[in-house]
């Protein structure tokens, strides 16, 4: 790019030259869905499940689409797990930052906490809590986040279930991500 800031320190740096670089960060953003698209894509790889990661993410989508979801949940059932791709130690939270300034504070809670919910299915045969998701029981967002993983989660693992592609959730992804972000500082 042509235009750079003369700064070599934020301390230093005017407003004009902000200005720079907020321009150039608009544009970044009206790339976002491409790229949120490209790093599922990536998800179409070798799996120890009998679906890919990506089919995992388009079997849960579906079936949050077919139980009446609104659009953006259904984009957050896709997006769930896509922090596994750079982040599979604290996936949950690397999705819910991803879509925090564009959904609500319910879908948003449910993502961040699906992992922890989703160890009601697992933790047992590691001597674990299954329960320990029972924390939150009081929290106006537990049940949300329980039938997230029962009825669209933990059970989207079928090769024989009929999902969508990618294709079919493309236009919820991108209309998601032209929204305007909230403020998330
Ligand atoms: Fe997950
Ligand atoms: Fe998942």
Partial sequence: MDDKVSFTAMEHAQRAE???VFAHDE???????DKVLDWLAIMEGDSPYRISRLQHC????????????DDETVVCALLHDIGDVLAPANHSQVAAALLRPYVSEKNYWVVLHHGLF???YWLQHYDKDPDSRDRYREHPYYQACVDFCANW????FDPDYPTEPLSHFEPLVRALFAKTPAETL
């Fill in 18 to 20: 902000y200005d720079l």
């Fill in 27 to 33: 544009a970044n953003i009206a790339l976002q869905a």
């Fill in 58 to 69: 388009l079997q849960t989508a579906t079936r949050a689409q077919r139980d009446g979801a």
């Fill in 118 to 120: 989703q160890g009601y």
């Fill in 153 to 156: 989660d933990q059970c989207s």
